[in-house]
């Protein structure tokens, strides 16, 4: 999955502005027929025509939001397109464009650049999104990336964070918890590095954790889904710091509580297995890990035949009066209040 490239090093200083902004966007093709005019003049130019356009930027530094130690460069450009997307895709959103600022520091040459604008070229062809500008400038020290995505969605269709009501069910895509686990996982590979630089890591049976660390993908597929299944949620909202805490965004914004059951968690056997190696507790993974880039949706009690069973979703629980709070219904059956927890609820409760 890590590529090296070439160890060839050219200054970034030796194309300019204009030559690096030419050279890193040339090869982007565009493919919506809303992009106008992209990557060029003064502005982008759009035509989102009978839509409404849904507008989200992410700001990204390194050392805070990335480390380049685990991080390939090429995933770095994949991932921060995908967390961008990801907010389009929670308000039931169509993507259709990003913009791409970056500040760097001489540090990083040319082939770096490549590197990063390969994984955001990539992202953009899977995704079929256009690149439409941004803005280049340097940096003293490290590397800071902003991504805006654009999409567009027909009013109707458009689901904010503060429409679920008592009774709602509670769902969640996918499966949570593993890109935290990943992260663990390269953390303590890297550790292992530092003593022995001769080592060699066995990651085999950690393959789809360190997929959803490095190569996380947005889930793009669930508006269709839901159509399909003629569900609207009432509520919608992507994991990405974690379970818990986008789950008491969505109780706070629809002023409602919640009961999520434990044993209802979605996890995957690498999860599961992970946990234990590394003495944690896999529901509190799941409930706070964080960069799952899941859909977190409720609908409507009525809606429950049409989305039990079904492999995309798991319902977690659901919603209750504001005066019920918000709690974790546990295997034993206990009820204990959700909190928006810190890194030292990862450690095992013995
Ligand atoms: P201006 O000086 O008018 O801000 P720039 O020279 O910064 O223009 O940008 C020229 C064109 O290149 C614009 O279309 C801009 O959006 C685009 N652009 C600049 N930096 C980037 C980048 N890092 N990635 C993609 N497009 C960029
Ligand atoms: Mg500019």
Redesign the pocket.
């Known amino acids: 999955m890590i590529e090296d490239k070439s160890q060839s090093r050219t200054s970034i200083s030796e194309l300019g502005?204009?030559g690096l902004?030419k050279h890193?966007?040339e090869h982007f093709k565009v493919s919506q027929t809303s992009t106008i005019k992209a990557?060029?003049?003064?502005a982008?130019v759009l035509d989102h025509t009978n839509k409404k356009t849904l507008i989200t930027t992410d700001l990204l530094l390194e050392g805070i939001h990335f480390n380049l130690t685990y991080m390939p460069l090429k995933h770095l450009g994949y991932k921060a397109v995908m967390v961008n997307l990801s907010d389009i895709f929670a308000m039931n959103g169509e993507a259709t464009q990003i913009?791409?600022?970056?500040a760097v520091s001489n540090r990083f040459p040319l082939e770096a650049l490549e590197e990063l604008y390969a994984g955001i070229q990539l992202a953009c062809d899977t995704y079929a999104i256009d690149?439409i500008?941004?803005?280049?400038t340097s940096s003293q020290t490290g590397l800071l990336i902003s991504i805006t995505a654009l999409g567009t969605a027909n009013e109707e269709d458009i689901v904010y964070r503060d429409g679920a009501k008592e009774n709602d069910l509670l769902v969640v895509t996918g499966d949570l918890g593993a890109a935290y686990l990943g992260f663990q996982v390269l953390e303590r590979e890297r550790q292992v590095f530092d003593v022995n630089p001769n080592a060699q890591p066995d990651l085999d049976e950690y393959t789809y954790l360190i997929e959803r660390q490095l190569k996380p993908e947005a889930r793009k597929d669930v508006s269709k889904l839901l159509k399909d299944l003629d569900v609207k949620p009432t509520s919608m909202i992507d994991v990405s710091d974690g379970l818990s805490s986008e789950i008491i965004h969505l109780c706070q914004s629809s002023n409602v509580g919640c009961n999520v059951y434990e044993d209802k968690l979605p996890l995957d056997p690498q999860v599961i297995s992970t946990s234990e190696e590394f003495n944690m507790d896999s529901t509190v993974v799941a409930l706070n890990g964080g960069e799952d880039y899941e859909l977190l949706f409720t609908v409507a009690q009525t809606d429950f035949d049409k989305i039990k069973g079904n492999p995309n979703f798991s319902i977690v629980g659901h919603m209750t009066d504001k005066s019920e709070g918000i709690n974790l219904v546990t295997r034993a059956n206990q009820k204990m209040e959700l909190t928006a927890q810190g890194w030292d609820a990862f450690l095992k409760k013995e």
């Not at 990557?39 to 003064?42: A, C, F, I, K, R």
Request: proline share 0%.
């Open positions: 502005e204009f902004i890193l966007t990557v060029g003049d003064d982008a913009t791409v600022s970056i690149l500008g941004g803005d280049t």
